[in-house]
């Protein structure tokens, strides 16, 4: 079977990593994968869509259309990108190569494209609704931030498009309980072998990371919603009693968004001449890197800072490489407690006092939740599955496509009747 992928930006995250790991599961199993994407940095992004692994199209219509303009209207461009996307390239693509199926995920704008002029059946992923996040930080059970007039006007397009499109899709799917109501729910999976393979220690860029230090390891975009600050505060204090404790702070950074650079500048920089930093930072880590700090017996613990995000891949990682993980209590996954500094530091002190007994029956019991639940084998059966009873569903009626035509025959009949006249 053919299968197309379409995702905003390629580079690395969790959204991005889920989309890789889905692509190689299918790949494995025998099916032709393709990735279309906006937006492909080879220096920022995971090591299989550029070593060939994986077929990546990308196609960046920047200066035409931007990111935003004068750092707003981020929504839109996002939209009209994938637009340009799938009208100059997927769409022209389908008439030699043909995919069965189309896998669509984290924004929706080009679905009813896909079905409409490509005829196509089409999976979506839902990882997180676009206008839960428009108003800043999302909290479960408290009333959203109230929108100016402006804005009102700005987003009731945006967020209208987003829902109906989104039920434009022949298949539905959900990354966690949260987003679930009727969708079926995927969970994530992770590729559990990649982090079982021997480290090489000798490793050109794993060697400036090793050390024999006692570390807590954060992996997390740096994006102001992800709380990187909480770790290097809680570290603070903790280290007063733990002279020898380091802090790795690790993570995707994109220095065109302007969230990661607001966001590091609130951050204390690294002092590159420094051999052994107290606080190493490692942007866009490799394969390699991330496998050495996660599998490294000097690691500690995994900090997971964000607030109020319904599902992590960075707490699975940890689990399954048998580290305890600290998370905020609204992410329900690891060792929980508020994100406030005072507790944080108290529950590091916890970990840190572990006996290799209790830190061995903690990380058997965290990685045997990890494999049982989120192996890449299970999300790729069940994308698998999905994609498989979508397909199944044959080809778009005529009707579902042919009076969008109509309508833009008589849209063009309209507008050359009135222009006509103005002539």
């Avoid at 005829?119 to 108003?135: E, I, N, Q, S, T």
Wanted: charged fraction near 25%.
């Amino acid at each position: 079977m053919k299968i197309a992928f379409v995702h905003p930006d390629l580079g690395i995250g969790g959204a991005e990593r889920l989309v890789v790991d889905a692509a190689l599961g299918l790949q494995n199993q025998g099916h032709e994968v393709v990735i279309y994407t906006s937006y492909h940095d080879p220096k920022h992004s995971f090591d299989e869509t550029r070593n060939g692994t994986l077929n990546v199209q990308a196609h960046d219509p920047s200066p035409f259309i931007p990111r935003s303009i004068l750092k707003k209207g981020h929504i839109l461009m996002a939209h009209l990108r994938q637009i340009h996307l799938t009208l100059w390239h997927i769409l022209p693509a389908v008439s030699y190569s043909t995919p069965d199926v189309f896998f669509v995920d984290q924004l929706s704008t080009c679905v009813p494209l896909l079905r409409w002029l490509g005829a196509k059946r089409v999976v979506f992923y839902c990882h997180f609704p676009d206008f839960l996040l428009a108003d800043g930080e999302f909290k479960e059970g408290q009333q959203r931030r109230k929108r100016s007039l402006l804005k009102r006007i700005y987003r009731f397009p945006m967020d209208r498009w987003e829902e109906w499109s989104t039920g434009q899709a022949d298949t539905i799917l959900v990354n966690s309980g949260f987003t679930s109501n009727k969708p079926k729910v995927v969970w994530p999976g992770i590729n559990i072998g990649i982090y079982e393979e021997a480290v090489d220690w000798s490793d050109a860029d794993v060697v400036p990371l090793h050390s024999d230090r006692p570390t807590l390891l954060s992996i997390n975009r740096f994006e102001k919603k992800k709380n990187v600050a909480l770790a290097v505060s809680a570290y603070a204090v903790v280290r007063k009693d733990h002279s020898t404790l380091r802090l790795v702070l690790a993570g995707g950074y994109d220095p065109r968004l302007e969230d990661n650079n607001t966001s590091s500048v609130d951050l204390p920089q690294l002092k590159t001449t420094q051999a052994n930093p107290d606080v190493l930072f490692v942007l866009n880590f490799s394969t390699s890197q991330r496998t050495a700090l996660l599998r490294s017996p000097s690691t500690k613990c995994l900090l997971y800072t964000p607030t109020n995000e319904h599902f992590g891949i960075g707490p699975v990682e940890g689990m399954i490489c048998s580290l305890p993980v600290l998370a905020c209590a609204s992410a329900r996954t690891g060792w929980l407690c508020s994100p406030e500094v005072d507790q944080w530091a108290a529950a590091l002190q916890e970990i840190l006092a572990l006996s290799e007994e209790e830190r061995r029956q903690v990380g058997e019991r965290g990685r045997a939740r990890a494999k049982a639940h989120f192996s890449m084998e299970g999300m790729t059966n069940s994308i698998e599955q999905a994609v498989k009873e979508t397909a199944e569903r044959g080809k778009v009626r005529d009707w579902d496509f042919e009076w969008v035509f109509r309508i833009l025959l008589i849209i063009a009949a309209v507008a050359a009747i009135y222009y006509g006249k103005r002539v």
